[in-house]
């Protein structure tokens, strides 16, 4: 049975920075197809970033060069490196994972079968 549990998040200022983690059990980080997802009262669910199995990675336009996704095969984990953060990033932030290895570039709109509890990202202005 996989399970994501999730931690970091909060609420920072803008410009500020957070990283967010997706502990894995029963699922191998390392060669797994997984994304951040986040959704936000109006927006629906926007796909943030992937990571594919080869360690290849996409992001929305909107937090290129601000997101990085990245794994830590040692802790079995997986991270969200949000800097410069903006108003605009508040959401409920998920991680997800499908269990099928992807040695293409993953799409942000994506399907995934497992999901973390979520967390909560506020940023102020």
């Known amino acids: 049975q996989v399970q994501l549990v999730q931690s970091g998040g909060g609420s920072v200022q803008s410009g500020g920075s957070l990283r967010l983690s997706c502990a894995a059990s029963?699922?191998?980080?390392?060669?797994?197809?997984m994304a951040w997802v986040r959704q936000s009262p109006g927006k629906g669910r926007e796909g943030v970033a992937t990571i594919n199995s080869v360690g290849e990675t996409v992001y929305e336009d909107s937090v290129l060069g601000r997101f990085t996704i990245s794994k830590d095969n040692a802790k079995n984990t997986l991270y969200l490196q949000m800097n410069s953060l903006k108003p605009e990033d508040t959401a409920m932030y998920y991680c997800?994972?499908?269990?099928?290895?992807?040695?293409?570039?993953?799409?942000?709109?994506?399907?995934?079968?497992?999901w973390g509890q979520g967390t909560q990202v506020t940023v102020s202005s």
């Open positions: 029963g699922y191998i980080v390392s060669t797994g197809s």
């Open positions: 997800a994972a499908r269990g099928w290895r992807s040695l293409s570039k993953i799409p942000l709109d994506a399907s995934f079968e497992d």
